[in-house]
């Protein structure tokens, strides 16, 4: 068997707020809690677990998500609709923009918890 990931751990405030925010954007299901879970699973079996700590135990992540051109649309059009400030970079030096790195498209936006979401539509280097 080769090794695959097959899930993390997303530490947020609200564990059921912050799994219904990315589901939402990325049009994923919100799966039943596990224990102090809630889970969030991408199509290829990547389960990303949220579980709530106290703010300060937080530390921001990154997440990056590998879309279709469709999800990306579907995906752009609820962060701009929310007012989810968005960025064609991970440092937020170019706000308001998506990028085109790789002939694709991309954006990052931050998450309930600061966490750093990105969402493209090409791999990087592909």
């Known amino acids: 068997m080769s090794?695959?990931?097959?899930?993390?751990?997303?530490f947020c405030r609200d564990n059921r707020k912050s799994a219904a925010f990315l589901a939402n954007i990325l049009g994923l299901e919100v799966g039943p809690?596990?224990?102090?879970?809630?889970?969030v699973s991408t199509a290829n079996g990547v389960t990303l677990d949220f579980a709530a700590l106290p703010e300060g135990a937080i530390a921001a992540q990154h997440y990056?998500?590998?879309?279709?051109?469709?999800?990306?649309?579907?995906?752009f059009e609820k962060i701009r609709s929310a007012g989810i400030p968005y960025f064609a970079d991970p440092h937020g030096k170019r706000p308001g923009e998506i990028n085109h790195n790789d002939g694709g498209r991309g954006v990052y936006f931050p998450?309930?918890?600061g966490h750093g979401m990105e969402i493209i539509?090409?791999?990087?280097?592909?």
Request: aromatic share 14%; net charge negative; charged share 15%.
């Open 3 to 10: 090794v695959q990931l097959n899930h993390t751990i997303v």
């Open 33 to 39: 809690a596990w224990g102090p879970f809630v889970p």
């Open 64 to 75: 990056a998500f590998l879309v279709s051109e469709a999800e990306f649309d579907s995906a």
């Open 111 to 113: 998450d309930p918890d």
């Open 121 to 126: 539509t090409r791999p990087y280097g592909g």
